[in-house]
Nanobody, 119 residues
Framework: QVQLVESGGGLVQPGGSLRLSCAAS????????MAWYRQAPGKERELVAT???????TYADSLKGRFTISRDNAKNTVYLQMNNLKPEDTAVYFC?????????????WGQGTLVTVSS
């Protein structure tokens, strides 16, 4: 099996920064696209950013310029650098990965990490 474990969430003041990490482990042959999603209280889960194995990225239009997704393929880890955070960025952030194992293809989700932006 494959697991994703997020870390780096917490409480931050408006205007502050956080860096989330998500590490994949298990029977991994390769990881294709990786992504970050978020779900605010009472709202649907939304896509934040994606990154391919080759490093191509996409972002939600509203987050361009403040959030940066990156990955370290050697460590099977994806990152989300979040700058100039706003109260409306408060949400549980989830990592997602398209993983090829030696036997099958999986879409895997992490358990989520809470980001709270508040003074």
């Amino acid at each position: 099996q494959v697991q994703l474990v997020e870390s780096g969430g917490g409480l931050v003041q408006p205007g502050g920064s956080l860096r989330l990490s998500c590490a994949a482990s298990g029977s991994i042959r390769s990881i294709n696209a990786m992504a970050w999603y978020r779900q605010a209280p009472g709202k649907e889960r939304e896509l934040v950013a994606t990154i391919t194995s080759g490093g191509s990225t996409t972002y939600a239009d509203s987050l361009k310029g403040r959030f940066t997704i990156s990955r370290d393929n050697a460590k099977n880890t994806v990152y989300l650098q979040m700058n100039n955070l706003k109260p409306e960025d408060t949400a549980v952030y989830f990592c997602n990965a398209a993983v090829t194992t030696w036997y099958t293809y999986l879409e895997v989700w992490g358990q989520g990490t809470l980001v709270t932006v508040s003074s």
